[in-house]
């Protein structure tokens, strides 16, 4: 069984920074398609940013010049660097991924539990 665990969240001011996590963990045998998702209270779920399994990367208007999405590949890890936050982007952020655990087994979504920014003075 494959599972995704955030970590890095937390409340940060206005301006400040913050670095999340996300690894797979478990039967693993590909991970390709890497993404954050948020959503914050009464809204509905937003796609922060994407990666594929080459690097190539794509960001919403809204983070674009401020967050940052990269991946290593041999920890099976996704990473979003957060830089000049805005209250904006207080949500709980969460991290997929597209896996097959097996090479005879379909890739399938992969969600983890995620994890809250605050960002508030």
Excluded at 21 to 49: D, N
């Amino acid at each position: 069984q494959a599972q995704l665990v955030e970590s890095g969240g937390g409340l940060v001011q206005p301006g400040g920074s913050l670095r999340l996590s996300c690894a797979a963990s478990g039967s693993i045998f590909r991970v390709s398609f890497m993404a954050w998702y948020r959503q914050a209270p009464g809204k509905e779920r937003e796609l922060v940013a994407y990666i594929n399994s080459i690097g190539n990367t794509n960001h919403a208007d809204s983070v674009r010049g401020r967050f940052s999405i990269s991946r290593d590949n041999a920890k099976n890890t996704v990473y979003l660097q957060m830089n000049n936050l805005k209250p904006e982007d207080t949500a709980v952020y969460l991290c997929t991924a597209n896996m097959q655990t097996t090479s005879k087994t379909p890739a399938s979504t992969y969600w983890g539990q995620g994890t809250q920014v605050t960002v508030s003075s």
